[in-house]
């Protein structure tokens, strides 16, 4: 599984972006997916975390109410929606694909099998 991520970038704190993940797997819908980020200096973290379908979704504490994990199954994407971005939300963020039974979601590095190369969000005031 090739995982692409894209749509990150320099953006005000403030303001929103709109994060893009394609997958060459051909079940893509069958495929628990999620978003880390990573900070400079410090380990990889969890974001958001979707199941197969979309009907569920599980988000860390510190983005709750500002990001918007999605899916498109027909594409083969996931989607992370951030708005309202603070300074501490800049990060390398990584999309990770995993497996799991149809209503799961992953929130564990270690559950995930495939990482994308990650995109830079930068965050300023």
């Known amino acids: 599984v090739q995982l692409q991520a894209s749509g990150g970038g320099p953006v005000q704190a403030g303001g929103s972006l709109r994060l893009s993940c394609v997958a060459s797997?051909?079940?893509?819908?069958?495929?628990?997916m999620s978003w880390f980020r990573q900070a400079p200096g410090k380990g990889r973290e969890f974001v958001a975390a979707?199941?197969?379908?979309?009907?569920?979704?599980y988000y860390a504490d510190s983005v709750k109410g500002r990001f918007t994990i999605s899916r498109d199954n027909a594409k083969n994407t996931l989607y992370l929606q951030m708005n309202s971005l603070k300074l501490e939300d800049t990060a390398v963020y990584y999309c990770a694909a995993g497996s799991g039974p149809r209503n799961t979601v992953l929130s564990y590095r270690y559950e995930y099998a495939y990482w994308g190369q990650g995109t830079l969000v930068t965050v300023s005031s």
């Open positions: 797997e051909r079940n893509f819908g069958r495929m628990v």
């Open positions: 979707i199941n197969w379908s979309g009907s569920a979704t």
